[in-house]
């Protein structure tokens, strides 16, 4: 009789249920093309504020630097439009294609903050901005330019992108100035606690890394 002696075969290392827990990478692409736009849109909301942005819109590049810088969310975009009209389609078509971008990359939105706000005061002017990514798409704006422009940039827009981002993101984001007296200070005021309650908003949350943050268990 011969005794033998196995080595029992090592279990199944455990295998990772795609989508238990925050990709490794929150990453995405997403390119968009009508007659009136073409668009290219790259994030990664664990970035570092880097952003290579050109749209032919200087103010709203200015404004998409700030939105990456200050939401350390590395931002790469590329646009071409009918600008011989106005910048409207720009913008907005922009503000469509970051929305899906940002949607994308957090896939199912498992261990996310979900809420995010920031106050982001720039010299006389003071802007607030709350958000939820709820999954359900939602603007509340309370912004007013005593200016239609900025150099030749309409003032109008910065709604138009608002609105663009909440809707193709899926998130309830609510935009307020309290005071401010210029323009481009209420411009890059929104745009800054934007920044920084976006951030707050797609953040991990160390306490549930698992769970969607819903009583609904999705988003
Ligand atoms: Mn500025």
Do not use: C
Request: glycine content about 8%.
């Amino acid at each position: 009789m011969t005794d033998t002696v196995s080595t029992p075969p090592a279990p199944p290392a455990a295998a990772a249920a795609p989508g238990d827990t925050i990709p490794a990478a929150r990453r995405a692409t997403v390119r968009r093309e009508t007659k009136e736009t073409q668009i290219r849109v790259t994030v990664d909301l664990d970035g570092t504020g880097s952003a290579q942005v050109a749209t032919g819109v200087g103010f709203f590049d200015h404004m998409l630097d700030q939105l990456s810088r200050h939401g350390l969310i590395d931002l790469i975009v590329e646009a071409t439009g009918d600008r011989h009209i106005d910048d409207h389609h720009t913008v907005e078509d922009v503000g469509i294609t970051l929305g899906q971008a940002v949607a994308r990359a957090l896939g199912d939105r498992r261990g996310i903050r979900r809420y995010g706000e920031a106050l982001a005061p720039m010299d006389e002017t003071l802007s607030r901005v709350a958000i939820d990514i709820s999954g359900r798409p939602f603007l509340v704006w309370r912004v007013a330019f005593e200016k239609e422009k900025i150099g030749s940039f309409d003032t109008d827009l910065v709604r138009e992108f608002a609105q663009a981002l909440a809707i193709n993101a899926g998130m309830t984001l609510h935009v307020e100035t309290f005071y401010g007296v210029n323009a481009h200070h209420i411009a890059e005021s929104v745009f800054k606690a934007l920044a920084r309650a976006l951030r707050a908003a797609v953040e991990p949350d160390p306490r549930r890394p698992h769970a969607v943050p819903s009583t609904k268990g999705s988003l």
